[in-house]
């Protein structure tokens, strides 16, 4: 079945333990993105990634990191996370780019206290 | 920048009622225009799409028309069923290679 997989869905989590979110797609979608999605706010994103080892800022990517090593793999890394990145996430991939359809996984709650 | 604005909610509404959310956007250039829908506890997944100039996208009974001359989307329905019930989003395709997502109306149909 083709998917967008992340994990974990839910994490509660301390002030400045780093975590990492993984995402995993299994449609050799070469496009992939990060977002966070707040009451009001709408889906901003995060960081996104247009190929393997090419990844690029969204609109708030300040107190994250990703990597993409892999085609199929894009995980978000909050090395020092803090109270206003409680936010439900969620990992996206596109064949072509994002005027084609969007796949997004289950989402992510995230709690740090 | 590019923007999209869209009903502000929550919309309740009755089965079989008709329903309409609005969806306006700036953009430069000849964006695709996309609605997607978030059902509870799920990512979102698209619903339709329009790519040019009175195109009508369509899906589950769902309708809206890529209105150039007003920049809008408007999401319709001619009777919604409680299985309807979930957040949508306007999503217009811009030129900075991206989606941008409103903030979402959330709808809740009554039995």
């Known amino acids: 079945e083709a998917q967008v997989t992340q994990n974990p869905r839910y994490l509660i989590t301390v002030t400045g333990k780093k975590l990492t979110v993984t995402c995993s797609q299994n449609?050799?979608?070469?496009?992939m993105s990060w977002y966070r999605q707040d009451p009001g706010l709408g889906l901003r994103q995060i960081y996104y990634?247009?190929?393997?080892?090419?990844?690029d800022k969204g609109d708030v990517p300040e107190g994250y990191k990703v990597s993409r090593k892999e085609k199929r793999n894009f995980p978000l890394i909050l090395e020092s996370p803090s109270p206003n990145q409680t936010s439900l996430y969620f990992c996206?991939?596109?064949?072509?780019?994002?005027?084609?359809?969007?796949?997004f996984g289950q989402g992510t709650r995230l709690t740090v206290v | 920048g590019d923007s999209v604005t869209q009903m502000e909610g929550p919309v309740t509404l009755s089965e079989e009622a008709f329903l309409t959310i609005n969806c306006t956007y700036t953009?430069?250039?000849?964006?695709?225009l996309f609605w997607y829908v978030q059902y509870p506890g799920e990512g979102l997944q698209l619903l339709l799409k329009?790519?040019?100039?009175?195109d009508k996208g369509s899906n589950k009974g769902f309708e809206a028309t890529y209105r150039k001359e007003t920049t809008s989307f408007h999401l319709e329905k001619g009777s919604v069923q409680v299985s309807d019930s979930a957040v949508y989003f306007c999503?217009?395709?811009?030129?900075?290679?991206?989606?941008?997502f409103g903030s979402g109306t959330r709808l809740s149909i009554r039995p």
């Open positions: 996206a991939s596109s064949p072509g780019g994002w005027v084609t359809e969007a796949f």
């Open positions: 449609m050799n979608h070469e496009y």
């Open positions: 990634s247009m190929n393997v080892e090419v990844t």
């Open positions: 953009a430069t250039g000849y964006p695709s």
């Open positions: 329009a790519t040019k100039a009175d």
């Open positions: 999503a217009p395709y811009s030129s900075a290679s991206k989606i941008i």
